[in-house]
């Protein structure tokens, strides 16, 4: 019987703050001439209030002997920080190299949808869409495009709001 076994950590946000995680997945060898070097998965939390402040505890599914790579997002009042973080063991390592990271602020006076990305064969994608506002994910509406044979995905974005972009790249 396979038992999965997985790694958790906290943090506490002050008032105003929303912090997001993502780890960094590194794409497989046969995969790389078509996909992505590097995708991102947001880690799930469970949230407590503690007067003012927000604990979550973040969960990591399969933890890697040799670290996994965090990219820590806190969203305050029209700011974004932020920075990286290596899971070893039972701890988080805020690293001081900085990462090669492609993030834009989106805007549109209309109604849009963001280009087509792809996904992995186990649907993982490189670019995330947040709502800086929520901090949630914009989630994309997938569909299989019969012409590359591949499953892509494209985010619909309101009107006269900002999002925040991010995707890993190697430099």
């Known amino acids: 019987m396979d038992i999965a ?55 990591v599914d399969e933890p890697s002997p040799d670290g996994n790579q965090l990219v820590i997002l806190s969203f305050g009042q029209e700011k974004v920080v932020i920075n990286m973080g290596i899971l070893i063991g039972d701890e988080v390592r805020i690293t001081r190299k900085p990462a090669p990271f492609k993030f834009n602020t989106l805007y549109s006076e209309e109604g849009t949808e963001y280009k087509d990305f792809n996904y992995t064969p186990n649907f993982k994608r490189a670019i995330s869409i947040i709502d800086p506002e929520t901090a949630e994910e914009v989630k994309p509406k997938l569909y299989f ?7 892509k995905g494209k985010c619909k974005l309101k009107p006269y709001k900002s999002y925040f972009a991010f995707e890993i790249r190697e430099d």
């Not at 002050?14 to 060898?29: A, D, L």
């Open 145 to 151: 495009d019969e012409k590359t044979n591949e499953v």
């Open 5 to 59: 076994q997985g790694k958790h950590f906290s943090i506490t946000d002050p008032k105003g703050i929303n912090t997001v995680i993502y780890q960094i997945n590194k794409t497989e060898k046969e995969y790389l001439k078509e996909y992505p070097k590097y995708t991102v998965e947001r880690l799930d939390y469970i949230a407590e209030i503690r007067g003012e402040q927000t604990r979550k505890t973040y969960f």
